[in-house]
């Protein structure tokens, strides 16, 4: 099977910065699309951006697009989110995922809490 593995997240007061990796193990055959999404509390799970083989990138909405940064490691089967300038809007669970031969696989996710 394949695992994804997600880190770094935590408390960060507001304007603060966290950089979230996920990677990936197991059966992984090829390179395929993967991103993160996130859920706050109360409200269902939502996109946050995806980055394709080609390292073409896709983020949910404008607001993330300017603070958040997604990259890739391909050699790791590693997905990164930088996040600056975090608002308390942005408190939720981080999801890492991959599509692979159109089955979607999951982290654990990782809690982000952005609070003064």
């Known amino acids: 099977q394949v695992q994804l593995v997600e880190s770094g997240g935590g408390l960060v007061q507001p304007g603060g910065s966290l950089r979230l990796s996920c990677a990936a193990s197991g059966r992984i055959s090829g390179i395929w699309p993967m991103g993160w999404y996130r859920q706050a509390p109360g409200k269902q799970r939502e996109l946050v951006a995806t980055i394709h083989v080609n390292g073409a990138t896709n983020y949910a909405d404008s607001s993330v697009k300017d603070r958040f940064a997604i990259s890739r490691d391909n050699r790791k089967s590693a997905v990164y989110l930088q996040m600056n300038n975090l608002k308390p809007e942005d408190t939720a669970i981080y999801f890492c995922?991959?599509?692979?031969?159109?089955?979607?696989?999951w982290g654990q996710g990782t809690q982000v809490t952005v609070s003064s």
């Open positions: 995922y991959m599509t692979m031969l159109q089955r979607d696989f």
